[in-house]
């Protein structure tokens, strides 16, 4: 088991930028794929980035991609996202998590969880 604490979100303006930290316990965070998730007002929970063990293959959502940045640092037990040019539609929860074995896209793969951070955007 892993145990993630996440931080970073906040009120920002449209155009702005934020870093998104994810902070994991235990021994075997290296042996974990790491994603981030989010989940706008009203709508349903939707992949934004992912990450490998090694951290040098990535994916993510066409929406997002080009904006934000996933990294992560396995001798810190951290992840990250940094997010940049945000607009309003980014304004949701965003989630960190983990699981074993491959990368997936689907949230029900990932046993692992953040608190979950707010993002909110201004127009």
């Known amino acids: 088991q892993v145990q993630l604490v996440e931080s970073g979100g906040g009120l920002v303006q449209a155009g702005g930028s934020l870093r998104l930290s994810c902070a994991a316990s235990?021994?075997?965070?290296?042996?974990?794929?790491m994603a981030w998730f989010r989940q706008p007002p009203g709508k349903e929970r939707e992949f934004v980035a992912s990450?490998?063990?090694?951290?040098?293959?990535?994916n993510y959502a066409d929406s997002v991609k080009g904006r934000f940045t996933i990294s992560r640092d396995n001798a810190k037990n951290t992840v990250y996202l940094q997010v940049n040019s945000l607009n309003p539609e980014d304004t949701a929860v965003y989630y960190c998590?983990?699981?074993?074995?491959?990368?997936?896209?689907?949230?029900?793969?990932?046993?692992?969880w953040g608190q979950g951070t707010q993002v909110t955007v201004s127009s």
């Open positions: 998590a983990g699981k074993m074995g491959g990368g997936s896209y689907s949230y029900n793969r990932y046993a692992y």
């Open positions: 235990g021994r075997t965070f290296s042996s974990y794929y």
């Open positions: 990450i490998s063990w090694s951290g040098d293959s990535t």
